[in-house]
């Protein structure tokens, strides 16, 4: 009962690494007969969460890396902007960072590290857990960037409802289109919906 209780008080939506546990006291042991009794269960390696958690996939990965931001289609979905769900979901990392599960599961992004931050904002997941994604904006002007895969039958939609929305930022937009040097690309789309 008292392992349990110095869980919860470092525990993060009802999630907590193996590390956690390990810097509070809580020993894999420990870890292993909660397990057992079913009070907790594994997540993902390393990674544990209460049995009554459900799984939020779209907050897992942010707890096992802060390098990872929600982007393009799936920052669409994510945002509101789209309705359909990716088949795989994207995150944008800094260049250079490696995670052979990341991997596997994402398609993956790389961004130079002095503008992974550019953008990013912070919503709540379906689940109410905090996750981070970048701002329609430059997600918009990201997705016409130099993208052999991209997909009009998304984007088209997705610039309509954002021209149509209140909270739109047409300088915002423009200076997300020059960092991506994509003014040229996002031009005509703007024109024929202005």
Known sequence: METMQNIRNFAKGGYFSLKQCLEHGVSRYDL????KSGEIKKADYGLYA??????????????????VVYSNETA?????????????????VPKGYHSKKLWRDFL????????LNEGVQEIRSFYSNPIKVYCIERTLCELLHGRIDFNKERYIPAIQRYMR???????????????????????PYLEVLI
């Open 50 to 67: 209460f049995a009554n958690v459900l799984e939020d996939e779209f907050f897992i990965p942010q707890l096992l890396s802060d390098k």
């Open 76 to 92: 669409l979905f994510l945002t509101g902007y789209s309705d359909l769900l990716p088949e795989k979901f994207t995150v944008t």
């Open 165 to 187: 929305s209140k909270d739109r930022n047409i300088w915002k937009l423009s200076d997300f289109a020059r960092m991506f040097h994509v003014e040229d690309k996002i031009g």
């Open 108 to 115: 993956v992004r790389q961004t130079p590290a002095e503008i």
């Open 32 to 35: 292993k007969k909660l397990e």
